[in-house]
């Protein structure tokens, strides 16, 4: 799944500065949307696999009784308890993490692009489906499929009121386009509060698969499934979000 990335380790306490939680009001806000227009009640309950530093959740879990979060990465789950105290945080594998019980809805954001084979998507699948009780929803929201890929570039990043800083540029290309995998460069600039700037290079290689394996895979595991098209506020491309209603 996850290599030993410097984002979700040696840098995961400054994942605040990366990627903001206001930054996820709005596409937040659709995914709840997907969960109340194509689920079926009670929805008192939501599962996140691959929840991160718990941004999403910081504003889906208004619509929830128990919230519960289960990520690989350590650091992550700590950033996620500051913000959500009030949430449950699990260490755990997407693909082979097993917590006993069901929810109403489960969630996977753009973590499931560390899924590079069809194996391991499978996987994540059946994940799911154990967690998610017959009629309930799963929702899964990869950055791209096959169809939409796109190379390019994006950067960000932002300061916080002790003088420390983090900024980012983001390069998606794919050395491989017969492969099912694509590649996310990150070039990183750290500032302590002391002033001291250090530089890191950061490798993600993520999963590329086509609608049909997405589609076929889900009803594999079962669920129906659908594909919705979704225009992120922050792309300039379609993006395609999958939901399967667990039967």
């Not at 799911?128 to 960000?156: K, L, Y």
């Not at 290689?205 to 098209?229: C, K, M, P, T, Y």
Request: with cysteine; hydrophobic share 35%.
């Amino acid at each position: 799944m996850r290599s030993e990335h410097s984002m979700y380790e040696e840098l995961a306490p400054w994942w605040p500065l990366l990627s903001a939680p206001a930054e996820y009001e709005e596409e937040a806000s659709y995914y709840l949307s997907v969960l109340g227009r194509y689920g079926t009640a009670p929805q008192t309950s939501l599962l996140e696999l691959g929840s991160g530093g718990g941004n999403n959740a910081s504003w889906m879990k208004k619509a929830f009784e128990t919230v519960t979060l289960v990520d690989l990465a350590p650091g992550m789950l700590d950033v996620s308890r500051d913000l959500n105290p009030d949430c449950g945080h699990v260490q755990g594998d997407m693909r082979s993490v097993r917590l006993g019980r069901t929810f109403d809805c489960v969630f996977v954001h753009d973590a499931i692009a560390y899924m590079t084979t069809l194996d391991d998507l499978r996987r994540v699948f059946e994940t799911a489906r154990v967690h998610c009780r017959p009629g309930g929803i799963a929702v899964f929201a990869p950055d791209f499929v096959r169809e939409n890929f796109r190379p390019g570039t994006d950067h960000g990043g932002s300061d916080d009121d002790t003088g420390r800083g983090l900024r980012y540029l983001e390069w998606v290309w794919d050395p491989d386009p017969t492969d099912s995998t694509y590649v996310a460069d990150y070039g990183l600039l750290a500032r302590d509060s002391d002033g001291e700037t250090r530089m890191l290079h950061d490798r993600h290689v993520e999963g590329l698969f086509s609608l049909d394996d997405w589609i076929g895979l889900l009803d594999e595991a079962g669920f129906r499934a659908q594909a919705l098209r979704y225009t992120h506020p922050d792309v300039d491309y379609e993006m395609v979000v999958f939901v399967g209603i667990a039967m």
